[in-house]
């Protein structure tokens, strides 16, 4: 909802809504560029959809990738973004993003003491280089925990259930914003300029239904907070919105314990199957498409088949510590025994699983997967039971890659920035588009150049 000018209760330089990665990132950069700065969160405690994933930001050209003898450049990270997205994003955001990230990373370390450092022992698919960074747990939690730490230290006021209603505007130009407090006391904030960091429409049942019908029945595994109001308010002031349909899925999320399981259990020589034992898609396209085909198969569930060498990977990922200690992780020492543990027919598994490793020898894949020169998988095995889930939106306002929001025509539209999930990112117009870490990736770099970005 847009509303007149009214008199303001406090007037602020540059406001942000939300306080996930992409808001605290804004506002320490703002504050960093001499900004007078509020975030607004509608939670009692800052988390969003940054807490539900494993913190991951891609980068290339980083200290931490030179350390571990990692060639990458930002001219090869944007290649790998289009190839996913396939050719359908705007090449300027994609050379800007994958320019950007590694500059972001240096700051968060350097300024504000993050302890970032890169995966080295498995490769996410799309990416043609080992270029995720993350914190020493891999985990979102830790890093909204990190950033929510750093900008209180900076005395950055982040007003918390402090949910934005609507917005104030003379013509295109924001002036405040209305706030709804949990006992109904209704606020009004001005401000200089405003940035938009309250990610999609996930959590909006009506919005996913209209935008992605595909995914609309799936587990939602997002903020419920992402209600879609930057896409609403965008809209009623004139902002262009690109790509409605895109999105991340996740077709790896423990059934029912609701843990995401790192996608390296699959990349690093595991396969999934569904409840009648059989393998059923190319699992090396990514996890996000992964989302639809195990939806589609019986019941929506499947299992992620693997064994101890890559537990022993995954094992670095908070969630996959958490997933074995609520014992989603089933082992076995035998093939037969793996069958007892699963409740999957014995028969289909042997031939599935002997078929898989056929294709690590040489054999053609059935599915078209390349396995030649991959591990065997060896007992002791493990095995999760999944489905699928729709984490976030990736389509939304055009930005310029500065973050500022655009008109259909191409300018500025007012004093409006946005970031991450808010923002039209790089993931093409579905979910087959969506190259691993691109949601934090825009969240990082969009969030930072709107923070240092004046409303001139």
Known sequence: MILPTVPFDAQIETLIIGAGACGLIAALAAVEAGQQVMVLERDALPSGSTALSAGLIPAAGTRWQDAAGITDSPAQFAADI????HGEN????????????????HWLADRHGLPFSVITDFTYPGHSARRMHGLPTRSGRELIDALRAVAEGEGIDILTEARVTALHATGTQITGVQITRPDGTVDSIGCGRLILACNGFGGNKAMVAQHMPAI????????????GEAMQWGAALGAAIHHPGAYQGHGNVAHPHGILISWAVIMEGGCQVNLQGQRFWNEAQGYSEAARAVLAQ????AWAIFDARIAAIARQFQDFRDAESQGAVKTATTIADLAVATGLPLAALTETLSAFEAAKSGAADAFGRPLSGAAN???????VRVTGALFHTQGGLVTDGQGRVLTPAGAPLGNLWAGGG???????????????GNGLLAAAVLGFRAGRATRD
């Not at 609309?216 to 209600?227: D, K, S």
């Not at 019986?298 to 569930?301: A, D, R, V």
């Not at 998988?377 to 095995?383: G, V």
């Not at 808010?422 to 691993?436: E, F, I, M, N, P």
Request: glycine share 12%; aromatic share 6%.
């Open 82 to 85: 289009a190839a996913k997205a």
């Open 90 to 105: 705007d090449a300027t955001l994609e050379t800007t993003l994958a320019a950007g990230a590694a500059e972001v990373l």
């Open 216 to 227: 609309a029945e799936a587990l939602y595994f997002g903020h419920p907070g992402n209600q």
């Open 298 to 301: 019986p019941e929506g569930q």
């Open 377 to 383: 998988l060896t007992p002791p095995y493990a095995a």
């Open 422 to 436: 808010a923002a039209c990112g790089v993931s093409g117009s579905d979910d087959s588009g969506y190259l691993s």
